[in-house]
C-alpha cells in the first residue's frame, strides 16, 4: 500500500475530514499545515506571531516559514505520513522532495457552489482538529466535540469574502501542483462531489492500494 501521501484539493474539499478517516482507520500519521499554523497562532509563539496575519486573511504563509515548520515535524514521524494542506506551492513541493519520496498526491476535486456551502456550514475542533459540518457530519452533542469534549467553533478564515479570497488563491498557488505531480506520474483525482463522506474514502482508500 502506498504510504507517503499527499492530499490536494480546494478549501473545503475534505482533506481534513478524510485525512482524519485514514488516520484513525489505516493508522497514517497526518501533518496538517493548517492545523499547525492555528496552533501557533492560538498559543502567540513566534512563528504564529508572523503567520497570523496571512491564515486571517485567507492567503498563504510564505514557503520559508512553512517549510521550516514542516520538516522539524517530518524528523519526529516513522512509518505512514499524509500531507493535509501541504505542499500548496510548487516551491513547497521541490523542498518536500528533497526530503521525502512521495509515493501518491490525491487532489479531491469539488465544485466550486459546492466548497462554499462546505465551508460556511463547517465546525472544528480547537483542541484536537476535528471538523464537523451542521448538516452533512454534525457532532453528536450540539457545538461538541464528539472525540475531546471540547466546544465547537466556526474558524475565522471561514467569512464569505476570505472563503472568496481562499479560492483565488487555491487556483493561482496550488492548482499547478496537479500538473507537478501528473508529469512524475503521482496523480490520482477523486471526485469529491457526489456521495457520502464513507463513498469518498472507499475512493481514496482504493487508490492507496492501486
Ligand atoms: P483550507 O484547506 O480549508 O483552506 P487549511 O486549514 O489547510 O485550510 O489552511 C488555512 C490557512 O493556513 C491557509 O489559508 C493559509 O493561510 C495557511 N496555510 C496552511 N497550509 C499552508 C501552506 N502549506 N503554505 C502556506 N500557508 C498555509
Not at 499527499?6 to 484513525?24: D, N, R, S
Not at 486573511?57 to 519526529?76: A, H, Y
Not at 469539488?110 to 466548497?115: M, N, P, T, Y
Request: with cysteine; hydrophobic share 35%; glycine share 8%.
Amino acid at each position: 500500500m502506498k504510504s507517503r501521501i499527499v492530499l490536494l484539493g480546494p478549501p473545503g474539499a475534505g482533506k481534513g475530514t478524510q485525512a482524519e478517516i485514514l488516520e484513525k482507520e489505516l493508522g497514517f500519521t497526518k501533518l496538517s499545515t493548517g492545523d499547525m499554523l492555528r496552533e501557533e497562532v492560538r498559543n502567540g509563539t513566534e512563528l504564529g506571531e508572523k503567520a497570523k496575519i496571512y491564515v486571517e486573511s485567507g492567503n498563504l504563509v510564505p514557503d520559508e516559514i512553512v517549510v521550516e515548520m514542516i520538516k522539524k515535524r517530518i524528523k519526529n514521524i516513522s512509518g505512514a505520513i499524509l500531507f493535509d494542506g501541504y505542499p500548496r506551492t510548487v516551491k513547497q513541493a521541490d523542498a518536500l522532495a528533497s526530503i521525502i519520496d512521495i509515493d501518491l498526491a490525491i487532489s479531491i476535486d469539488v465544485e466550486d457552489k459546492v466548497l462554499v456551502n462546505r465551508i460556511a456550514k463547517r465546525l472544528m475542533c480547537s483542541k484536537c482538529g476535528a471538523v464537523y459540518h451542521l448538516i452533512n457530519k454534525p457532532p453528536r452533542k450540539e457545538w461538541i466535540c464528539d472525540k475531546c469534549n471540547t466546544t465547537l467553533y466556526q474558524r475565522d478564515d471561514d467569512k464569505e469574502e476570505t472563503v472568496m479570497n481562499r479560492l483565488e488563491v487555491y487556483r493561482r498557488n496550488t492548482l499547478p501542483l496537479i500538473k507537478y505531480y501528473d508529469e512524475r506520474n503521482k496523480l490520482v483525482i477523486i471526485n469529491g462531489n457526489e456521495g457520502t463522506i464513507n463513498s469518498i474514502s472507499e475512493r481514496i482508500k482504493a487508490a492507496l492500494e492501486g
